[in-house]
Nanobody
Framework: QVKLVESGGGSVQSGGSLRLSCTRS????????MGWFRQAPDKEREGVAM???????NYADSVKARFTISEDNAGNTLYLQMDSLKPEDTAMYYC???????????????????????WGQGTQVTVSS
């Protein structure tokens, strides 16, 4: 059973930065797909950023050029660097993992694919204007 633990959330003013971390309980050398998702009150959960095990990434249009998904060399931690934050980025942020390669659309990891098998408990991000 893979366990994911997010950290790094908090409160920041508009234009500020935060870096979220997601620590994995175990690493696999086989293919995997990881993603960051967020859910604001009274809104559906939405995909923010995806990372395939070959290093390919994809981002929601709303965060492109502001957010960066990455992982450490050991594969133990997934990151989401968030810059130029806006009040509309306020949400609970979750990391997720599946032990299969990401579903690709036009060569990029797609947010629309089989449900992720493993989820963290979430970390709150609040951006004030």
């Amino acid at each position: 059973q893979v366990k994911l633990v997010e950290s790094g959330g908090g409160s920041v003013q508009s234009g500020g930065s935060l870096r979220l971390s997601c620590t994995r309980s175990e690493y696999t050398h086989r293919g995997y797909c990881m993603g960051w998702f967020r859910q604001a009150p009274d809104k559906e959960r939405e995909g923010v950023a995806m990372l395939d095990s070959d290093g390919t990434t994809n981002y929601a249009d709303s965060v492109k050029a502001r957010f960066t998904i990455s992982e450490d060399n050991a594969g133990n931690t997934l990151y989401l660097q968030m810059d130029s934050l806006k009040p509309e980025d306020t949400a609970m942020y979750y990391c997720a993992e599946d032990r299969y390669r990401c579903t690709l659309v036009n060569g990029l990891p797609s947010f629309v694919g089989p449900p992720f098998a493993y989820w963290g408990q979430g970390t709150q991000v609040t951006v004030s204007s």
